[in-house]
């Protein structure tokens, strides 16, 4: 009886709704349809967009490269003038990019409707290691970064301590565990915060071949570091000396690698 009952009140409700119901398949039919016409009108725009010149690339910018060569960049990254802006994210190209030993990082933008900027971020060359008349580049974290025939206007460091016909490009130039890479390390910064304010650096060699031993030479005048402990305020203490008018042009070495007053020696002129 109860099924009758509620099939009945069923009815009843169909029948006295029946206007409403309509009203709302065709509501739902309308829906369906619009939302399939927006899909094809999107379709339709994003093709137009794929084929249109209006949206072919026009004008490839590389910036903030200075030892990567922009046609290098170029010819690595295989971003083709004439296409579309639209189709590609341009993964591989940055992929390819990044196999540059110089390279740190790269940024890849689309500025529409027809450019791509390449933005690169280079790792900074700043010693150089000599084996017969092979220059090897090293940069600021002691990884090794090409090897070259000559380093003219490079302004690059003489890095001494280091068997450098055995490492590979992109790799350390020492075990990760060596105290060496550290002492590099600290050097480097060392070195780039100096050279910012003093832009006639005459910081020609550092040497660390003996970790309780570490050398640098300025101009003709050795630093003697000894251990690397409190090396910035040893290395600031030595410069203020080295730098003083009468030490010009001498040749000797400023000992800064114990506590209390500075050791000078300078050669005896001939």
Do not use: W
């Not at 003038?81 to 390819?96: A, H, M, P, R, V």
């Not at 890849?108 to 220059?135: D, H, L, Q, R, W």
């Amino acid at each position: 009886m109860r099924k009758k009952s509620n099939n009945l009140e069923k009815g009843n409700y169909i029948i006295e709704n029946k206007e409403k119901l309509l009203h709302k398949r065709k509501k739902r039919k309308k829906l369906k349809k619009l939302i399939l016409l927006v899909i094809i009108m999107v379709t339709t725009l994003i093709t137009l967009c794929i084929k249109l010149p209006y949206f072919d690339i026009q004008k490839i910018d590389i910036i903030g490269n200075v030892n990567a060569s922009k046609t290098e960049i170029n010819d690595i990254a295989k971003i083709h003038l004439g296409s579309n802006i639209l189709y590609d994210s341009f993964s591989e190209s940055k992929k390819q990019i990044m196999k540059n030993p110089y390279i740190l990082s790269v940024t890849i933008k689309k500025v529409f409707p027809s450019k791509i900027t390449i933005e690169i971020n280079e790792k900074k060359a700043m010693f150089y290691g000599k084996v017969n008349n092979t220059y090897y580049i090293i940069d600021n974290k002691g990884v090794f970064l090409e090897k070259r025939s000559d380093i003219e206007g490079m302004n690059l460091v003489n890095l001494i301590g280091f068997n450098y016909e055995k490492i590979q490009v992109g790799s350390l130039i020492g075990a990760k565990s060596d105290r060496k890479i550290n002492i590099v390390i600290s050097m480097a910064s060392i070195i780039e915060n100096y050279s910012k304010t003093n832009k006639s650096s005459k910081i020609m060699t550092v040497d660390v071949s003996n970790v309780l031993d570490v050398k640098a030479l300025y101009g003709n005048m050795y630093i003697k570091f000894g251990t690397t402990q409190d090396l910035k305020n040893k290395f600031n203490k030595a410069i203020n000396i080295i730098t003083q008018p009468q030490y010009e042009n001498a040749k000797g070495y400023v000992d800064v690698s114990f506590t209390g007053n500075p050791v000078i020696y300078v050669e005896p002129k001939k």
